[in-house]
């Protein structure tokens, strides 16, 4: 069989094969490629990320926020820890079945550093089975506020990367289309979300703004691109955040500005805290 080029030399095929991303008799469809693509990708953000906590001599910990299935947990493990002696991952996810499959694939596999907890953010970012301090949090398609909620973690935990792919993002449309009379009256910015349609992109779009300046703020410095081209998928931003320190010394007077002049100060405390 024609080597497939989405997978790189050493990559466990039991694990891609466990997955779902190849077939038993090791074919990837159109659908796996194209999941294997996006995820590969990502990997190639946070390869160089992981490569320079390596260097510093820390130890590694990365934590995946609202994890699924753990494709992208699995995966950086196979290609990165596994070859190494120290560092741990671990799924945060609050669906059960979901947990406990990941821990029987792990356990199958021999992933021994790899943990999977059945948390909420809020118990997360107290619960004993996980470290005070994670170097990286990763947050893959993780809907609406649960990308929220890995930023507030990724706080919490002093995180030294940030890694995001935004996904499903309802919450500041659905404010946006609340508010909507008033704002008409208010301001004539209010015509960038009068449609439907223009009321779920411009909220998408305002969220990962919002997002950013709340990161910015924080003192990370920021990275925004495309994970994949937009023929794989629409839900395609990624950010990427190192923290170094220096704040942006404006970043939460713009954040504040743009929910007023929005009508938007409800959402204040979601992204100023």
Known sequence: ??????????????????????????????DSRRK???????????????????ASGGKLTLADHGAGKSYL???????????????HI??????????????????RL?????????LCVENAIDSPALP????????????????????????????????????????????????KNESFARTPLSEIWRHPLHTREFGSQLTNVLRCLQLEARGYQLQVTELVGW??????ELIVARYTGQARGNAVARLEQILHELNLDALRDRFIY
């Open 36 to 54: 294997l693509k996006q995820v590969n990708h990502l990997f190639h953000f946070i390869e160089p990320l992981l490569a320079e906590l390596l």
């Open 132 to 179: 005070a301090q994670i170097d990286l949090v990763t947050a893959l398609h993780a809907c609406d506020t649960a990308t929220d909620d890995a930023i507030r973690f990724a706080f919490h935990k002093q995180a030294k990367y940030i890694v995001l792919v935004p996904c499903c993002q309802a919450e500041v449309a659905t404010h946006l289309r609340r508010t």
């Open 231 to 236: 023929e794989h998928s629409l839900k395609n």
């Open 110 to 118: 021999g992933f021994t550093r790899m943990s999977f907890l059945n």
């Open 90 to 107: 671990y799924g945060v996810e609050t669906r059960p079945e979901l947990v406990d499959s990941s821990r029987s694939l792990a356990n």
């Open 1 to 30: 069989m024609p080597p497939i080029p989405e997978i790189r030399p050493g990559q466990s095929l039991e694990l891609l094969q466990e997955l779902h991303i190849l077939t038993r008799d090791g074919k990837l469809n159109q």
């Open 73 to 87: 947990g699995f995966l950086v493990y196979d290609l990165f820890f596994k070859a190494r002696d120290d560092g």
